[in-house]
């Protein structure tokens, strides 16, 4: 397997770039499977996932593997500032309940 890892990996970029993101996470799924322990498995799986907390998990996988990962900080750094959710703006504008003692 080890010797299809790079030919695998270049399938699935191909995959990603043509926008059969379907297909790039099976190739992604299987490799991970089979070396979990690969940063650039993580960082590319990250972009076919499909919620916020499925990116950042690959994301912190592949910090915990090379904590010097650019391009996992980076995809950290975007993802902690986009924009809040709809239900985030609805909680965050909702009135606090306040608790009032009489005198």
């Known amino acids: 397997m080890a010797a299809e890892s790079p030919a695998q990996l270049t399938e699935a970029i191909a995959a990603i770039r043509t926008g059969d993101r379907h297909r790039a996470r099976e190739i992604l799924s299987r490799l991970l499977r089979s070396d979990s322990s690969n940063s650039e498995y993580w960082i590319w799986m990250s972009t076919v996932v ?11 996988s592949a910090l915990r593997i090379d904590p010097t990962n650019r391009a996992a900080m980076r995809g950290l750094t975007i993802l902690s ?4 959710s709809e239900a985030e703006i609805a909680q ?7 608790e009032f003692d009489p005198i």
């Open 92 to 98: 965050a504008l909702r009135p606090k309940r306040r």
């Open 50 to 60: 499909d919620t916020p907390r499925e990116r950042i998990y690959c994301l912190e």
């Open 81 to 84: 500032a986009r924009e809040p």
